[in-house]
């Protein structure tokens, strides 16, 4: 049996998906960050599949992901420290405690 | 590697120097010269500025294109750097006064360092012409303004606005990522001028997606109204200084970055995929950031939604898809800064003095600081766009620009458009109600705001008298525009 592209896109867009999905219905804002992580990768699968199987000439993909790998590092370190101020703040990571300023 | 091509970006070059000596003085100056590090800050920016103008120093002149094409400047974008330059200069000397508060002694320099990187970034994704350049520009640009954000650490709602923004800012990065994928996917290279060759034989559902995708992660940046909710919160939460700053320079900078991915990327499918989305957006955005203003209360919220609704009129310079059109939205971004940052700078200056931030607080204002309200008074009026000042036009060229592409669906926008200022009117007038006609017996006290405050008041209400009746900043935008229409849109 031969692995072709879409027996990864398809895991990574489910992913992408459970991701979205997450971040909509989780109240955890850790667990918010993780869905979000789960998007980030999916994104990561994706350019590294279509670099392998599409256009294995250059390496613009490999790279990109590469790069997206470190942004989302940055970016989990930034959203762990506010959340940790808001723990501190308000003893709960309940997005539902944010609720000083809406509409 | 020609390491040489790295003098192609003079201005960045600039940037990094200044950010340098930023942190060089906050890191090793002793402590009672701290004090005067938001004045030298400044004074290093209005450097940059002045040597932005002049075409030998950091102005173009020589190579325009660096490191294989993936960095590219330009006339016009020197022109938008200039721009930003001259928003965050004003910026700058408005923060003065609360940089030098006694809450923020520990948290000086974090302020200025972190905001000359996001300049950094904007400078990045507005000369990036390859996707991963401009990713990182992107998030250089945004990742920072959630610890500005949240630089307020006694308040609990600074916190709150820095964990709205973080959380919506990942998930619209994640969203705009997996749309680069899919034009990965599609065209094979992340080269702006490749993608644009070939995207036109790849119309598909994928590329629909992939484009709407885009669109709704720079669109978060915007805030563009389905993806704007964060924005009137962290607006709120958000120290004033960082508010303006978010309002007018990164509004300012992505307006431009869009208009540069739409047209250089996806210009060959204009009239099938996103000329509709953008109807769509820009009749949303204006309509429903105007609706939401009418019934805040608070002054920074209110001014939130009244740049939700002026980032559709910004948006009108893209959907023209002409060189008059960018030359009208770049000429309505610089009124914009001058506008927004008169309101913000007379809302710092009251907050500072007497921590008041409610429009319920400045009713019989004048009585009491007749400056502060005139100041207010005229900011109101050019955002609402009433002549002679530079707000009315700004707002008539844009409309002329985007009339000037023809289509009868141009005029109907238009006329929701100009329906919409209409009603814009109604809420800008009711802060000058407050300030000049409703009686109060609990006045704000008359008080005496800082010399730098009234220093960069000064400014933006110059601007906004002589930035309309001086035709000659328009003409010289749309003739450098005319010159280099070429460039932008490939034609």
Redesign the interface.
């Known amino acids: 049996m031969e692995f072709t592209a879409i027996y990864y896109l398809i895991p990574a867009l489910i992913m992408f998906c459970a991701g979205v999905y997450g971040f909509i219905t989780r109240k955890n804002m850790i667990a918010m960050l993780i869905s979000l992580e789960l998007m980030l990768n999916a994104v990561d699968i994706n350019f590294v599949v279509f670099n392998r199987f599409l256009f294995p000439e250059a390496m613009e993909g490999m790279f990109f992901t590469l790069f997206a790998i470190a942004i989302a590092a940055a970016e989990t370190a930034l959203a762990i420290a506010i959340i940790i101020n808001i723990y501190r703040s308000n003893k709960s990571v309940d997005v539902r405690t944010l609720n000083e300023m809406k509409f | 590697m020609d390491y040489s091509q790295f003098l192609t970006m003079k201005q960045e070059l600039g940037l990094l120097v200044v950010f340098l000596l930023v942190f060089l003085y906050d890191t090793f100056m002793p402590g009672r010269t701290q004090k005067a590090l938001p004045a030298v800050t400044t004074v290093l920016m209005l450097l940059l500025t002045v040597a932005g103008f002049c075409p030998c120093v950091l102005g173009t002149c020589g190579e325009t294109v660096a490191f294989s094409g993936m960095y590219e400047t330009s006339p016009v974008i020197c022109a938008i750097k200039n721009i930003l330059n001259i928003g965050v200069v004003i910026v700058l000397l408005q923060s003065i006064q609360w940089a030098n508060s006694d809450g923020m002694r520990m948290r000086r320099g974090e302020f200025y360092e972190l905001l000359l990187v996001t300049l950094f970034g904007m400078y990045l994704m507005i000369s990036s012409r390859h ?2 350049m401009f ?2 520009g992107l ?1 250089s640009a945004s ?1 920072p303004l ?2 500005m954000t ?1 630089l307020n ?1 006694d308040s ?2 600074s ?6 923004y ?2 919506t ?3 619209s ?3 705009f ?2 749309g ?3 034009v ?2 599609l065209c ?3 080269y702006f001028s490749n993608i644009y060759v070939s995207v036109a034989s790849e119309m598909n559902l994928m590329l629909v997606c992939a484009v709407a995708f885009v669109i709704a992660g720079i669109g978060f940046k915007l805030s563009l109204v389905p993806f704007h909710l964060w924005t ?2 962290v607006y ?2 958000a120290p004033t200084s960082v508010t303006s700053y978010l309002s007018v320079i990164s509004k300012g900078a992505t307006a431009f970055a869009f208009m540069a991915v739409l047209a250089q990327v996806f210009g060959t499918v204009y009239s099938q995929i996103w000329e509709w989305m953008l109807y769509a957006l820009i009749i949303l955005t204006i309509t429903v950031g105007n609706l ?1 203003a009418i ?1 805040q209360r608070n002054m920074k ?1 209110f001014l939130a939604f009244s740049s939700v609704s002026q980032a559709g009129y910004i948006m009108l310079g893209i959907i023209a898809y002409n060189a008059m059109g960018v030359a009208a939205m770049m000429y309505y971004i610089l009124v914009y800064i001058f506008s927004n940052l008169a309101a913000f700078g007379v809302i710092g200056a009251i907050e500072n003095a007497t921590g008041r931030v409610s429009m319920d607080d400045y009713r019989g204002l004048h009585k009491t600081n007749p400056r502060l309200s005139f100041a207010m008074m005229l900011a109101m009026f050019s955002l609402a766009g009433i002549p002679p000042f530079a707000g009315f036009f700004s707002k008539f060229f844009i409309f002329t620009g985007a009339l000037n592409q023809g289509s009868i669906a141009i005029y109907v926008l238009v006329l929701i458009a100009l329906i919409n200022t209409i009603i814009s009117l109604y809420y800008y007038l009711l802060v000058v109600k407050a300030m000049y006609i409703s009686d109060e017996d609990c006045v704000i006290p008359t008080f005496r705001s800082a010399c730098s405050e009234r220093l960069g008041l000064w400014i933006t209400v110059g601007g906004i008298i002589f930035l309309g009746l001086v035709s000659c900043i328009y003409s010289g935008l749309l003739n450098m525009m005319a010159d280099s229409a070429l460039s932008i849109f490939f034609i």
């Open positions: 996707f991963l990713i990182i998030e990742l959630a610890a949240a650490k609990h709602e916190h709150e606005a820095a964990g709205k973080i959380l800012a990942v998930f990065s994640a969203i990522m997996m680069l994928s899919f990965y996917g094979g290279s992340l009137a919160d709120q939460g939401f019934r919220r």
